[in-house]
């Protein structure tokens, strides 16, 4: 299962660094790939850029994403991935500290599969990733990659 990657699109180096050690303590190996804004985020999924390259085995099982970010924001990037028929499919992940309804309405709205505020407290952070980690890389069936 580890060979399946993460998408972490974080701008805060708090926050990976927690999210990172979250995944760790919780078993989960697999690779992350961190994207610090949403232009990146999006030259990755649409393999642009730096990432024209990018192998199509490393398509990412899941993404992570938080809303507050430079250049394109969160809702952006959903709004792109679900407009494009090559990722519209692909699981997305709101993982933000946004405690904005407008935000969990228009998340929802633009296709999220799920929105997850961040816990404050680290255990509770822990366990969130866990549960989040063991839903989607284990327990969740993708779609077959086309």
Same mark, same amino acid.
């Given at each position: 299962?580890?060979?399946? @990657?993460?998408?972490? $699109?974080?701008? %805060?180096? !708090?926050?990976?660094? *927690?999210?990172?050690?979250? /995944?760790?303590? &919780?078993?989960?190996?697999?690779?992350?790939?961190?994207?610090?804004?949403?232009?990146?985020?999006?030259?990755?999924?649409?393999?642009?850029?730096?990432?024209?390259?990018?192998?199509?085995?490393?398509?990412?099982?899941?993404?992570?994403?938080?809303?507050?970010?430079?250049?394109?924001?969160?809702?952006? @990037?959903?709004?792109? $991935?679900?407009? %494009?028929? !090559?990722?519209?499919? *692909?699981?997305?992940?709101? /993982?933000?500290? &946004?405690?904005?309804?407008?935000?969990?309405?228009?998340?929802?709205?633009?296709?999220?599969?799920?929105?997850?505020?961040?816990?404050?407290?680290?255990?509770?952070?822990?366990?969130?990733?866990?549960?989040?980690?063991?839903?989607?890389?284990?327990?969740?069936?993708?779609?077959?990659?086309?």
């Amino acid at each position: 299962m580890n060979d399946r @990657v993460i998408l972490l $699109v974080e701008d %805060n180096r !708090d926050d990976e660094e *927690l999210t990172l050690r979250a /995944l760790a303590k &919780s078993n989960i190996m697999n690779r992350v790939v961190i994207a610090r804004d949403g232009a990146e985020a999006l030259d990755y999924l649409f393999r642009r850029g730096a990432y024209a390259n990018r192998p199509a085995s490393e398509e990412p099982q899941v993404v992570l994403l938080d809303l507050k970010l430079p250049k394109l924001d969160g809702l952006e @990037v959903l709004r792109a $991935v679900r407009g %494009n028929d !090559d990722t519209k499919l *692909l699981p997305i992940v709101v /993982l933000t500290s &946004s405690i904005e309804d407008r935000d969990l309405i228009d998340s929802y709205g633009l296709g999220a599969n799920s929105y997850i505020r961040k816990p404050v407290d680290f255990d509770q952070f822990v366990e969130a990733v866990r549960q989040l980690g063991l839903y989607w890389l284990v327990l969740n069936q993708p779609v077959p990659h086309r």
